[in-house]
């Protein structure tokens, strides 16, 4: 196999390693954080400000409720919602989940990119690593 030929492949390789490994670790933290961050302040208020209708200001509601576990049996939980209030204070528009899962794909997003500039940055070390790895063993089976 030629050197063009063989550095092409083992550069594939060395891409799709750093992106598994990199976005295995990477992605499951932006999803976390997403989840766990969904319900601050500062969620709502930027995620509500597309969401709202104009003239509307986001709010945070959040109120008791139950969930059902593994077994089905029913827990208590807080649930959060965002709710739209005009001017005099009336709820306009109540949204419970979206603005969670554009913030949760926010956040993803931001882990996706993440994942792909370090997998950028570690792509010529490792390249250079497969390389020189690949010579030793030609070197080696060589009489």
């Known amino acids: 196999m030629s050197d063009k030929k063989s550095s092409a492949i083992s550069g594939c390789v060395i891409w799709f390693v750093l992106l598994s490994v990199i976005g295995s670790c990477v992605m499951p ?57 005009d001017s005099n204070g009336e709820v306009v528009q109540t949204d419970p989940i979206a603005y969670a899962f554009i913030w949760i794909a926010i956040c993803a997003l931001v882990g996706a990119v993440l994942t792909g500039l370090l997998s950028f940055v570690f792509a010529v070390p490792g390249g250079m690593l497969v390389t020189r790895f690949l010579r030793n063993i030609r070197f080696k089976n060589k009489p």
């Open 29 to 85: 933290i932006a999803f976390a954080v997403g989840g766990v961050t969904s319900s601050t302040d500062f969620v709502i208020v930027n995620i509500g400000t597309f969401i709202c209708p104009e003239g509307t200001a986001p709010r945070s509601h959040s109120y008791q409720t139950t969930m059902n576990d593994e077994y089905g049996v029913a827990r208590p939980a807080t649930a959060y919602e965002l709710q739209c209030e």
